[in-house]
C-alpha cells in the first residue's frame, strides 16, 4: 500500500510562492503515475499537473500552465509541485495522487484513473 503525504502548504500573499511536496512512506513512485489536484470551496476536485510515471511527460491545467511547475526528484521518493504569482483562485486544498501504470508514458489526467491519495494541504492565497 502506497501512503502520500503532503507538505509546504500555507498562507501566502497574492504574487507569492509556495513549493508542495508530497513523499511516499517507505518506498518510491517508480513505475508510478503522479498527479496533483486541487479542491476549492464549494467546487469539484480539478487537476492541476499530471506527472508520467518517468518524469518526462507533464500536462498542466490552463489555468497554472505557466506559474506552477510540478517535478519529481532523481529517486523518485518526491514530487513536487512549485507555484509561483499565486492568485487569490488558487487558494484550495492540494492533493498529491499516484496510480501504478508500469511503464505506460502517458500522464494520467482523471482523478478517477488515480489509486492513492494524500490528506491534502490548504493554500490560501490573500489578496
Known amino acids: 500500500q502506497l501512503q502520500l503525504v503532503e507538505s509546504g502548504g500555507g498562507m501566502v500573499q497574492a504574487g507569492g510562492s509556495l513549493r508542495l511536496s508530497c513523499a511516499a512512506s517507505g518506498r518510491t513512485f517508480s513505475n508510478y503515475a503522479m498527479g496533483w489536484f486541487r479542491q476549492a470551496p464549494g467546487k469539484e476536485r480539478d487537476l492541476v499537473a499530471a506527472i508520467s510515471w518517468n518524469g518526462g511527460y507533464i500536462v498542466y491545467a490552463d489555468s497554472v500552465k505557466g506559474r506552477f511547475t510540478a517535478s519529481l526528484d532523481n529517486a523518485k521518493i518526491t514530487m513536487y509541485l512549485q507555484m509561483n504569482k499565486l492568485q487569490p483562485e488558487d487558494t484550495a486544498i492540494y492533493f498529491c495522487?499516484?496510480?501504478?501504470?508500469?511503464?505506460?508514458?502517458?500522464?494520467?489526467?482523471?482523478?478517477?484513473?488515480?489509486?492513492?491519495w494524500g490528506p491534502g494541504t490548504q493554500v490560501t492565497v490573500s489578496s
Open positions: 495522487a499516484a496510480d501504478f501504470v508500469g511503464t505506460n508514458p502517458h500522464p494520467r489526467r482523471s482523478q478517477l484513473e488515480y489509486d492513492y
